[in-house]
């Protein structure tokens, strides 16, 4: 158990829908990460929090949004979604602001878009 | 853009014997480079890493082998155990951008 939790487990919507993706991070971790695992795919990093702040954005669509929260938690939100938007999306924490340090991944949430 | 790359998606060991996967780069400002595993229905774990000041790095049976010229790194498991079998991701970062290869599924056969 890496101690990050990530709500739901499995989402099952339909084209042009939104959904929102929940993060918890560890205890003391200031860190947020979202990345989107498509089938025989690597790991897309699609954007990282730090402390509330946007820290780093990497291959997420305009369509996407995140935020993080002063609790720390942190959501993802999906809108207008397609077929293609099926993937494990993936939520990391990390202590500190670099990539650097080592993440801890949440067991992941499984969207499929029909 | 695949700028780490995981060439082979699998590979079966027997147990006992060495696993070697490989991982190519392209972007000379990744200075650090990490290696996770991943079970079915679990998150990834952190492995091991290494920092670009270094060729070399040891944990226990895994060994992480850095050669920068050639933009390639390499993760040696030795002796192999059946319980090594998952899904390993390399991944190289420079400071807050990190990216991860495709995966390689390694399987290590009792």
């Known amino acids: 158990d890496s101690g990050v939790t990530q709500t739901p487990k499995h989402l099952i919507t339909a084209t042009g829908q939104r959904v929102t993706l929940r993060c918890s991070p560890r205890?003391?971790?200031?860190?947020v990460y979202w990345y989107q695992q498509s089938l025989d795919q690597g790991l897309q990093f699609l954007i990282q929090?730090?402390?509330?702040?946007?820290?780093a954005k990497g291959n997420i669509l305009e369509r996407f949004s995140a935020q993080q929260f002063p609790d720390l938690h942190s959501e993802l939100n999906l809108s207008s979604l397609e077929l293609g938007d099926s993937a494990l999306y993936f939520c990391a924490s990390g202590s500190g602001p670099s990539s650097y340090n080592e993440q801890f991944f949440g067991p992941g949430t499984r969207l499929t878009v029909l | 853009d695949q700028q780490v790359k995981q060439n082979s998606p699998s590979l079966s060991v027997q147990e006992g014997r060495i696993s070697i996967l490989n991982c190519d780069y392209t972007n000379s400002m990744f200075d650090y480079f990490l290696w996770y595993k991943k079970y079915p229905a679990e998150g990834p774990t952190f492995l091991i890493s290494?920092?670009?000041?270094?060729d070399k790095n040891e944990d226990g049976r895994f060994t992480v082998f850095l050669n920068k010229s050639a933009k390639h790194l390499s993760l040696h498991i030795v002796p192999s155990q059946p319980g090594d079998s998952a899904v390993y991701f390399c991944?190289?970062?420079?400071?807050?951008?990190?990216?991860f290869g495709a995966g390689t599924r390694l399987t290590v056969k009792p």
């Open positions: 290494i920092s670009s000041i270094k």
């Open positions: 991944a190289a970062s420079a400071r807050v951008d990190m990216r």
């Open positions: 205890s003391g971790d200031l860190s």
């Open positions: 929090y730090y402390n509330g702040e946007e820290r």
